[in-house]
């Protein structure tokens, strides 16, 4: 199985800052990885995909990019909506994984 | 607008079985691959499996802990995916959700999820 390490697990910041959240594979996904935010009691909502597109409705504050085993998705200027869990996932191959999550609290 | 709305969760003792359901709308449910994901209650995301398409022979993936007691079908008529758990376990205790898998293979869309609990 493909291993998916996010770092750092839990981070805080202030709005308006830029976050950078890393997540890396324990083998070669090509782009093969997608980027998720999830809020207290909601289903997660996909943000990212192919490593480096924006899904269709998310606010283009959010990018990410990277191949290969290295990954990162970027937050430009975060808001108070903007604090929750973000997830990566490779589906480059089954089982499908998922990193273990990236808490993104306000200082 | 896409709408999954899955149902079917509750409590049940450890050995027995649970049907979930979710019912889709606002998309073409036959053209896509759906999948099941499960969240134990505090911890991350975790992928169950996933049906394919018709054009795919309806084709069936597993995450190894629920290969063998669970079984992911669909009724491309009724716009339903369903999840058949048996030999439930006290680690199955958890939010499962639906989703649906884009063009892109990332999880599109998701539903609210139902809460599943395994407890004696």
Redesign the interface.
């Known amino acids: ?1 493909i291993q998916m390490t996010q770092s750092p697990s839990s981070l805080s910041a202030s709005v308006g800052d830029r976050v950078t959240i890393t997540c890396r594979a324990s083998q070669g996904i090509g782009k ?1 990885l ?1 980027w ?1 935010q ?1 809020k207290p009691g ?5 943000l990212i ?2 490593a480096s ?1 924006l ?2 409705g998310a606010p283009p504050k959010f990018s990410g990019s990277g191949s290969g085993t290295e990954f990162t998705l970027t937050i430009s200027s975060l808001q108070p909506e903007d604090f929750a869990i973000y ?1 990566c ?1 490779q ?1 480059e191959s ?8 990236t808490k993104v609290e306000i200082k | 607008e896409v709408q999954l709305v899955e149902s079917g969760g509750g409590s049940v003792q450890p050995g027995g079985s649970l049907r979930l359901s979710c019912a889709a709308s606002g998309f073409t449910f036959s053209d896509h691959y759906m ?1 099941w ?1 499960r969240q134990a209650p505090g911890k ?4 169950v499996g ?1 049906t394919r398409k018709k054009v795919n022979s309806y084709t069936t ?4 802990s629920v290969q063998g007691r669970f079984t992911i079908s669909r009724d491309d008529s009724q716009n339903s995916l369903y999840l058949q758990m048996n030999s439930l376990k006290t680690e199955d205790t958890a939010v499962y ?1 639906c989703a649906r898998v ?1 063009g ?10 139902t809460l599943v609990t395994v407890s004696s």
């Open positions: 199985d093969s997608a998720y999830q909601e289903a997660p909502k996909s995909y192919g597109s899904q269709t997830y996932q589906y089954y089982p499908v994984t998922f990193g273990g999550g | 999948d994901v991350g995301l975790e992928w996933r993936e597993y995450a190894a959700f884009g892109s293979f990332c999880l599109d869309h998701w539903g609210q999820g």
